[in-house]
């Protein structure tokens, strides 16, 4: 089983990106998929979260309102859409998978993909 995130990169204050996190070898439709990251020295923190269908969204932190969910399960795929992006966001992108919604936030998770690094120049 593995989950890997990507789409990082460079990118000017400002501007976009969209981040991927691609399943092998388990359904993703049968997890809640959070997102999270972690700047270098801090500790890691929860951005979103959806639901195992899509129905259901959470944002919280400093990308509220400038963070999109959203998922294709028939790609096994679920995407982080980050906008405005400041220099403060610079960080590793990580996603993970939960058995509950209600879990999703949690650092617990079932399954932990590897990071994307995005770093936002000013």
């Known amino acids: 089983v593995q989950l890997q995130a990507s789409g990082g990169g460079l990118v000017q204050a400002g501007g976009s990106l969209r981040l991927s996190c691609a399943a092998s070898?388990?359904?993703?439709?049968?997890?809640?998929i959070g997102w999270f990251r972690q700047a270098p020295g801090k500790d890691h923190e929860v951005i979103s979260c959806?639901?195992?269908?899509?129905?259901?969204?959470d944002y919280v932190g400093s990308l509220k309102g400038r963070s999109t969910i959203s998922r294709d399960n028939a790609k096994n795929t679920v995407f982080l859409q980050l906008n405005s992006l400041e220099p403060e966001d610079t960080a590793s992108y990580y996603c993970?998978?939960?058995?509950?919604?209600?879990?999703?936030?949690?650092?617990?998770?079932?399954?932990w993909g590897q990071g994307t690094l995005v770093t936002v120049s000013s």
């Open positions: 070898g388990v359904s993703l439709a049968d997890y809640a």
């Open positions: 993970a998978a939960h058995h509950l919604y209600s879990d999703c936030m949690k650092s617990e998770a079932e399954y």
């Open positions: 959806i639901s195992h269908n899509g129905v259901y969204t």
